[in-house]
């Protein structure tokens, strides 16, 4: 399994990997790290690619590799044998690039957590990479709760809202459980809060739909039936409200070890729907959030 771990010397990408070293479960060479630095060329008018590395001075190379280097020793502590790679270009297209090459089944990459202006993943690079990825990737703040390395299981919080995208998430999650190892999975489904004038008026078949959690089961159904017969552990949580803030809260209340859910999107500009739940979720989890499309 193929895992790629963009670096870029800040605390959030040594957090992403701590995570790999806390989440492995296969044997020796099950997980296979590629570490990527990727460096930034200067502008200029007329970009020629073919000579973007050379322009990289000694100093810019050996400052690359020797911070590969670091993070290197601690995944060969942990067990791993892990490749290093440097590239030049543009940090969010270059990641696309090498995770196709290299067949990555997961990008695991740091975030500073802080919202769209907020740095390193979540503005300028994950935003652009989770969307597109040709697998599912996972941001870690640098706060992060990492997973028990003793843990029985990892626990997942999984939230649906009844579409084939998000049913994909935990497609996607039960793809990697060889990574994760035993899983147990919470799948949540929130319903917004009845108004005032549903509260107060003559009930319709929607509302009534609603009141009695059809609509929610409906929405968990196919998910859960993918866990069943995958033979994974699984429960199923039914809210109300506002469903960034209360996945995030959920999560810390249950001592999840991980969040896993759909982005919606396909680039920055679909923000207005990977924002609102996607985005939001991975600004307000205290865990790592694996994100898939």
Do not use: Y
Request: hydrophobic fraction near 50%; charge should be negative.
């Amino acid at each position: 399994m193929q895992v790629l771990l963009p670096i870029d010397g800040s605390a959030a990408s040594a957090r992403a990997v701590e995570f790999l070293c806390a989440s492995k479960r296969g044997g020796p060479g099950t997980v296979m790290p590629t570490l990527l630095h990727v460096h930034q060329p200067r502008m200029k008018a007329v970009p020629d690619p073919a000579a973007e590395w050379q322009e990289m001075s000694d100093r810019e190379q050996a400052h690359a590799q020797a911070l590969l280097a670091v993070h290197q020793r601690t995944l060969s502590e942990a067990g791993f044998t892990a490749h290093t790679l440097v590239r030049s270009g543009a940090p969010a297209s270059t990641i696309l690039e090498v995770a196709a090459e290299c067949g990555a089944s997961l990008v695991v990459m740091g975030t500073r957590g802080a919202g769209m202006l907020g740095g390193f993943a979540l503005g300028s690079v994950a935003l652009r990479v989770a969307p597109a990825a040709p697998c599912p990737v996972v941001l870690v703040k640098p706060d992060a709760k990492l997973p028990s390395i003793s843990r029985e299981f990892t626990q997942v919080v999984a939230p649906l809202d009844g579409s084939a995208v998000s049913d994909s998430a935990v497609q996607r999650l039960v793809a990697l459980r060889d990574f994760f190892g035993p899983l147990h999975v919470n799948l949540v489904h929130f319903e917004p809060a009845l108004t005032l004038l549903e509260s107060i008026m003559p009930p319709h078949d929607d509302v009534l739909r609603r009141w009695c959690g059809e609509q929610s089961r409906r929405a968990v159904a196919a998910a859960a039936h993918l866990l069943t017969e995958a033979g994974i552990s699984h429960e199923v949580s039914l809210l109300a409200g506002d469903a960034a803030p209360s996945v995030a809260e959920l999560a810390l209340r249950q001592g999840a070890d991980l969040i896993a859910m759909a982005t919606h999107g396909t680039g920055a500009l679909h923000h207005a729907t990977f924002g609102s739940v996607a985005l939001k979720t991975v600004v307000l989890a205290s865990v790592p959030v694996l994100l898939t499309h």
